[in-house]
């Protein structure tokens, strides 16, 4: 795989190892990819972090200068954020699915990290969406409007922590062998086709305008 890009990542480095494809081309460039630097910190706030990486969803909470993933980490989680509801004497915002325990924190785990299909939909492999308060959070900069997706730096956000530089090469890489073999289809419509797909009427919603 060839990777081109203006920023460096954990696995990069693999193109040493394993070489450098001309063929399997993966292009990072963009105006501003979006690194844990972007994230406006606020004192007692749980970041919800979500990424989707070669078609599997992958979540992570970051608080207190820490970031938190495993169904051992999410009961750690729950009970800081019940600390700091008693402490503030609020009520627990997101309980993090109740995650008491190392049972109920699993089913969370389970629940959250599972299959997505929004990389095929992009033709990305790789995608970070954060909330925060139930609100996406846009990053500084070039996103993809859709459902607030953007390209991120995964070294800044220590997921070599969670998923080895060669398991997420080797699946980088497989992804963009899936690319090649399923090109972009391109988009035969006319005008009045493109219009009418949008949900809009040709002839009531599109008249022209009337000289007095």
Request: proline share 5%.
């Amino acid at each position: 795989m060839k990777i081109i890009s203006k920023y460096k990542d954990y696995y990069d480095y693999l193109q040493g190892i394993y070489g450098i494809d001309e063929i399997m081309v993966y292009d990072r460039r963009v105006n501003h990819p979006y690194k844990f630097d972007d994230l406006s910190i606020t004192e007692d706030t749980i970041e919800t972090i979500t990424f989707a990486i070669c078609n599997k969803k992958f979540v992570l909470y970051y608080y207190g200068d820490k970031f938190y993933h495993t169904p051992e980490e999410l009961v750690e989680l729950h009970k800081i954020e019940t600390e700091i509801a008693t402490s503030k004497h609020r009520r627990l915002y997101y309980g993090y699915g109740h995650a008491t325990d190392l049972s109920s924190a699993t089913i969370k785990y389970n629940k959250e990290n599972c299959s997505t299909n929004i990389n095929k939909k992009l033709r990305q492999p790789v995608l970070i969406q954060v909330m925060r308060g139930g609100e996406f959070i846009i990053p500084k900069g070039k996103y993809h409007p859709d459902e607030h997706w953007s390209l991120p730096i995964l070294d800044t956000f220590k997921v070599a922590k969670y998923i080895p530089a060669d398991i997420m090469y080797q699946n980088i890489s497989a992804f963009i062998g899936w690319l090649k073999d399923h090109p972009e289809l391109p988009d035969n419509q006319t005008n009045d086709g493109k219009i009418i797909s949008a949900g809009f009427d040709l002839k009531n919603s599109f008249r022209p305008n009337k000289k007095n």
